[in-house]
């Protein structure tokens, strides 16, 4: 489902479902889950799992991938990218630095945000976009999508700027594409300075967003010009 949102250059491997056999965290990763619940050991042993998979499918050996700053992943020499997991689901993208500046993904389940979620991770001019298309299609969790989008900005602006961007420091105006399947195209439009990227300064990103499998899934890329 990401791996379709994303050009070729990027590798995405995804797993569904609970208890996986066999999901283990390397030693170089024990110190991030220790003392952990079992939930988090198995979400974190699973979406890196799909990681070194993606690795391996990009001929570079399966390595560890630590947390570092801010939580953010630590990928090895020669390779970025970006991680997501949410009950039942999780998905790695991984992609040569060569190829790209930066990428972010999210998934998150398709239903509404807690209540007062969206006043906090949004701004006024966001909530009015989301009413006109929650008019034209319903059967949308509009507000979801709009924190989901929000979510891969993030992981796409980390690794440019280490240093962290609220939400309200982004404004993100979605469309859909014509035609029966939910999917379309975000544009985000930074309202702080953004990373300097091949000598210039990136305002926005654009990224692409589906609804499949009761699941919200965006994503993004940041080319290197």
């Known amino acids: 489902m990401i791996g379709e949102l994303l050009p070729d250059a990027v590798i995405v491997v995804a797993s569904h479902g609970g208890a996986d056999d066999g999901l ?5 990763e024990e110190a991030a889950v220790a003392g952990a619940v079992a939930k988090r050991r198995h979400e974190f042993a699973a979406v890196r799992a799909c990681a070194r998979q993606a690795m391996e499918k990009l001929g570079f050996p399966a390595q560890p991938v630590v947390p570092g700053e801010h939580g953010a992943p630590r990928w090895p020499e020669g390779l970025l990218g970006s991680m997501t997991h949410c009950d039942g689901y999780r998905a790695a993208a991984i ?3 060569t190829d790209l500046a930066s ?5 998150e389940p398709h239903g509404p945000l807690p209540k007062g979620v969206l006043d906090v991770v949004s701004l006024p001019a966001e909530r009015q ?3 006109f298309l929650a008019s034209v299609q319903p ?6 999508l709009l924190f989901s989008a929000k979510e891969s900005v993030y992981k796409a ?5 280490r240093k962290m961007l609220g939400f309200e420091e982004a404004d993100i105006e979605i469309h ?3 035609g029966p399947t939910p999917r379309g195209r975000f544009r985000a439009q930074l309202l702080v300075p953004g990373p300097l990227v091949g000598g210039r300064r990136v305002g926005h990103f654009e990224g692409r967003w589906t609804v499949r499998e009761n699941l919200v899934a965006t994503a993004l890329t940041v080319p290197h010009s």
Not at 157 to 161: E, G, H, I, V
Request: charged letters at 25%; zero cysteines; a negative charge.
């Open 24 to 28: 283990v965290v390397l030693p170089e």
């Open 157 to 161: 602006w980390f690794p440019l700027m």
């Open 176 to 178: 859909q594409d014509p």
């Open 95 to 97: 992609a040569r630095a």
């Open 139 to 144: 059967g949308i969790h509009w507000d979801r």
């Open 129 to 131: 976009r989301l009413a």
């Open 103 to 107: 990428l972010g993904i999210d998934a």
